[in-house]
């Protein structure tokens, strides 16, 4: 093997061949730092590279289904013990976790080697990949276009040919709008899938869940695989799954009822593009033998996003909080981002009467979802509302921005309680990303797939949602598509094996 065969293997391929001695630990860990040398200028991915300590760990005994595969993390949540973990704001530079979060644990166990951190929007909270502190990350389909988020950087990592796979974490579809915008595939497990401890036991409200994005649908699987099951202490748990999910990517579907809409859940315009790339994937599993009939669900898309603005807003706030923990001091305004800030004080704004009619009436939607899933298998929708965004499109205009600078900076939040100002700003955060948060909602698998790309040479993604607790079903489909719509093939003008 050459090195520049490298990103033809996934991660599963990558393991085969050190167990096979054809190439050494060693070896593929220095391939991927050089990679990331090599693009990660270009594409702003990766925020800290961990050279000594993965190529430590290569150098060690090693074990697992993807042992001695070169992998990358999200710099939130999965805390790496030693390593400072910064959920992309400046504020938590100097904060070093002690212990490695469970997942973390998991991923070596698996035979995974870190070899470094990849960027996200500050704690987690935008669907571009756009800090102000380490800026923004690129797709590599075309520079000065957006990544997606949050967890931007290690989607276009794993495009890039960087690394096989990386962690993500979803909460609004943070793992399936960057696989969108990156050309590579996203899966979201249901709730309850997945480990949180040490430190929590719940995720951002229950609605978000750890992951990958890999390029492979069997990557995807092996991982969900190792490190599925949660501990004793968190909020949600799961049966384990009747066989291992990488069984069933290999496995038929058979005939699936397959509820099929291009309505958005939220407020938004849909591109056509966008919607063109559903059609065909519509129709491409029509011709698969599926029965694919247009569908609604019945969502009042203002409410809807209002409800899920105000968990999104207390999400904020409570990183806020959490931040301050970690540093042992008040987070102050000049300490984070002006969206964030703001965010956070129309959370504490609410009562705790308002947030729990909100948390009612998202339950209430999960209950007329599940109920409309009595009559489909999955769900087809697109994966966004438009191809990716240029970077700063989703940014106020700069008079908005100076605006909102001063309400923050002079402690003027009451004026966040004028009519019209919370939907306004509603339209904008989910015009778009309409699609994604309702599986977060509902506690849902769903998963994006990269089968197309428009005129612009940008990957479009389209999404599939399964039942609560049958991601068998979504392995098998997302095989079937892999193999009737292979794409991993398919490289973007910014690939570090060129």
């Known amino acids: 093997m050459s090195f520049p065969e490298y990103s033809n293997f996934d991660g599963l391929g990558l393991a085969a061949l050190v167990r096979e001695k054809k190439i050494s630990a060693r070896e593929l ?55 400072p973990l910064c959920e992309g704001a400046r504020v938590l530079r100097d904060f070093v976790p002690r212990v490695d979060a469970e997942l ?10 870190v070899v470094g951190k990849t960027n996200l929007p500050e704690f987690a909270l935008r669907p571009v990949c756009e800090p102000a502190w380490k800026g923004p990350t690129h797709t ?10 949050s967890s931007g950087g290690s989607a276009a990592a794993v495009a890039a040919g960087i690394v ?38 719940e995720l951002w409200l229950g609605y978000a869940v750890e992951h990958a994005i890999t390029r492979s649908v069997r990557d995807s699987a092996a991982l969900l695989d190792a490190t599925l099951g949660a501990q004793p202490g968190d909020a949600y748990h799961l049966p384990r799954p009747a066989r291992p999910f990488l069984d069933e990517v290999a496995a038929p579907p058979g005939k699936l009822r397959v509820g099929f809409s291009k309505r958005p859940f939220m407020l938004a315009t849909v591109h056509p593009d966008c919607v063109a790339a559903v059609e065909r994937t519509a129709k491409r599993l ?99 509302a438009s191809p990716p965004v240029a970077i700063g499109a989703l940014d106020p205009p700069a008079v908005e921005r100076a605006f909102q600078a001063v309400v923050a900076s002079l402690h003027l939040e009451v004026i966040l309680r004028l009519p019209g100002v919370v939907d306004s700003t509603v339209r904008k955060v989910f015009s778009f990303m309409p699609f994604t948060a309702l599986a977060n909602v509902t506690g849902q698998p ?53």
């Open 29 to 83: 860990v220095d391939e991927a730092i050089a990679r990331i040398e090599q693009v990660n200028p270009r594409l702003n991915a990766v925020v800290r590279i961990l050279a000594d300590d993965a190529r430590a760990s290569a150098d060690a005994p090693c074990d697992g289904p993807f042992a001695s595969v070169p992998f990358l993390l999200k710099d939130a949540q999965a805390a790496y013990a030693g390593v």
């Open 104 to 113: 973390v644990r998991r991923h070596k166990q698996a035979g995974l080697i």
């Open 140 to 149: 590599p389909w075309k520079l000065g276009h957006t990544s997606g988020g």
């Open 164 to 201: 096989p796979m990386a962690h993500g974490a979803d909460g609004g579809g943070s793992l399936r709008i960057p696989a969108a915008c990156c050309g590579v595939f996203g899966f979201k497990p249901s709730r309850g899938r997945m480990p949180t401890g040490p430190d929590c036991s």
């Open 286 to 384: 029509a011709d698969l033998g599926h029965i694919v009939e247009e569908t609604d669900i019945d969502v009042d898309a203002m409410a809807f996003g209002r409800d899920f603005f105000l968990l999104a807003c207390m999400g904020a706030a409570m990183s806020l909080d959490e931040a301050a923990a970690r540093i042992g001091r008040k987070i102050r305004r000049r300490d984070v981002e002006t969206a964030t800030w703001l965010c956070a004080a129309m959370a504490r704004q609410a009562s705790a009467v308002t947030w729990t009619r909100a948390r009612t009436r998202l339950n209430d939607i999960s209950r007329r979802v599940a109920a409309r899933f009595e009559n489909i298998d999955v769900l087809l929708t697109p994966t966004l």
């Open 446 to 498: 769903c998963m994006s797939l990269p089968l197309d790309w428009n005129e612009d040479g940008l990957p479009i993604g389209s999404m599939l949602t399964g039942r609560l607790g049958d991601e068998a079903t979504l392995f098998r489909l997302a095989g079937q598509l892999e193999q009737a719509h292979p794409w991993s093939a398919r490289r973007p003008p910014i690939h570090s094996g060129d």
